[in-house]
């Protein structure tokens, strides 16, 4: 019986380590295709009387086809990891769309065909980008969904115990989607059997890495500990052999302490890690300035019915102002007022036992808020409390995206990395939001903050947006 289920479950293993060979490729392929081609049928619909968008012959068909996979390969967006890639992906369809549609361009002059309206080319331009946009937008929730699922998830070991090893194991942990079954630690330090983070233990040493990953039939090996690794390369040289199986991920050992993004640059043939800046520039300060203005503009505009019905219900409720300033840091490091609707009591101090002022000053929330009216506690669930913050927006006192508003004495808890959190302006919605909210420890929200400022481009700011409306409705972690 023994035997039985120990083959049951190294099938099991094997399944879940089936994406490997899984050909996400041929769907990224297909999905392109279909959207490149329901593109075309939408922009020959709306442009009827132009022949030169695609005369429907087969040889230009063939044509257009190889041009969409050579442009999109050569993008790196049929690689296995492009789905998982993080934003950038989307970056990448928006250069690898502009080269596709300049090389129709190309060709259609190739043709002799002149006069091409510019607003047509543009409009054209548009409708390719969000076919292709809302296609990949798809492809990655169900391929999150798949990777959900226990038969496709790869199993890891963390090489470290340290800080930045349950850093890792805490998110991947919480965040399903990320295909990964943390199966626990190796450690030097901390004996066999040691609970690490949650119900995470160490499953052996550093010395045990080759029967380790044979075992337990481990896919992929996260190293936290860079020296551990070090160790053990100098210490048994067939340990490259065993590396060989599995995918080699190594931590910079620095996010504990420093607040930046890093890249891999080459100096006299040796991989040089640098530090890249964390400040929003460019293009994406732009793009993020006219998102926030422009969206705040239309929201202030489309809500101000449903401003005034939140006004009357805190007035019929309860005694005071119907909105509520929160003195908060902001971008530089200076005090903002930042809005809410009223949703205490205003003598809401009073009703604090001092346990809760206890947990109050801890995590700078409480779950059963004694403060909080009726009202009030609607508006929180759906985070209705916080769409005055609009006018913060238009003020340019905070963003739409962003990290966590926090107060003075918050900031002091963030250590060196408040310089960081300084440096942009704090979000109406962020990672916080969409990752847990109430529901995650401090250290892991700061941890968030910091990953964003880091991290930073319009298309995080854009997938965060598309992720806040189904984390409020469904009121994840909210209170």
């Not at 399944?15 to 297909?30: E, G, Y």
């Not at 029967?211 to 996260?222: A, F, N, T, V």
């Not at 009357?312 to 102002?321: A, C, D, F, M, T």
């Not at 971008?331 to 009591?345: E, H, P, Q, V, Y």
Request: charge should be positive; proline fraction near 3%.
């Amino acid at each position: 019986m023994l035997d039985k289920d120990s083959q049951q479950a190294k099938t099991g293993l094997r399944l879940r380590a089936r994406h490997r060979q899984f050909p996400v490729w041929v769907f990224l392929i297909l999905g392109d295709f279909l959207a490149a081609s329901i593109a075309l049928a939408v922009a020959k619909y709306i442009f009827p009387q132009n022949s030169w968008i695609f005369s429907g012959n087969f040889s230009e068909g063939l044509i257009y086809c190889a041009a969409l996979l050579a442009i999109f390969g050569s993008f790196g967006l049929y690689n296995f990891n492009s789905l998982s890639g993080g934003d950038n992906e989307y970056a990448r369809v928006l250069g690898a769309t502009n080269f596709l549609v300049l090389i129709g361009l190309v060709w259609q002059v190739v043709k002799s065909v002149h006069n091409l309206p510019v607003t047509e080319i543009v409009g054209i331009w548009a409708i390719l980008l969000s076919c292709l946009l809302l296609m990949r937008f798809m492809l990655r929730r169900v391929w999150f969904l798949i990777r959900s699922t226990a038969m496709w998830h790869e199993r890891t070991v963390i090489l470290g115990a340290t800080g930045e090893g349950m850093a890792m194991a805490r998110q991947w942990t919480n965040l399903k989607s990320s295909g990964l079954e943390v199966v626990g630690f190796l450690d030097d330090s901390l004996p066999a059997g040691h609970t690490v983070e949650g119900n995470l233990k160490v499953i052996g040493s550093s010395d045990e890495l080759s029967r380790i990953i044979k075992d337990q039939q481990i896919d992929s090996l996260m190293v936290a500990d860079i020296e551990l690794l070090r160790k053990r390369l100098i210490a048994d040289d067939h340990i490259i052999e065993t590396l060989n199986n599995v995918e080699v991920q190594i931590s910079t050992g620095v996010s504990e302490f420093l607040n930046t993004s890093v890249r891999v640059r080459e100096l006299g043939f040796l991989p040089i890690i640098v530090l890249q800046k964390h400040r929003i520039m460019g293009l994406h300060f732009f793009a993020k300035c006219v998102l926030d203005y422009l969206a705040a503009t239309i929201l202030t505009i489309l809500l101000l019915p449903l401003f005034v019905l939140v006004s009357v219900l805190i007035r019929l409720e309860s005694k005071g102002p119907i909105l509520y300033s929160r003195k908060c840091v902001g971008i530089g490091a200076k005090d903002f007022g930042m809005l809410k609707f009223r949703s205490m009591f205003i003598d809401g101090a009073s009703r604090l036992t001092p346990e809760l002022e206890a947990e109050l000053h801890l995590n700078h929330k409480i779950k059963d808020d004694p403060r909080i009216t009726r009202v009030g506690a609607f508006l929180r669930k759906f985070s209705i409390d916080e769409l005055p913050q609009l006018l913060n927006v238009l003020r340019g006192e905070m963003s739409l995206v962003g990290p966590r508003p926090v107060i003075a004495e918050e900031l002091e808890k963030y250590g060196t990395r408040r310089h960081t959190r300084s440096v942009v302006k704090p979000g109406m919605t962020g990672l916080w939001q969409v990752s847990g909210r109430s529901d995650l420890s401090y250290d892991d929200r700061v941890m968030l903050d910091v990953y964003y400022i880091s991290n930073y481009t319009i298309w995080i700011d854009i997938q965060i947006i598309l992720q806040t409306i189904p984390a409020v409705l469904f009121n994840r972690g909210a209170y």
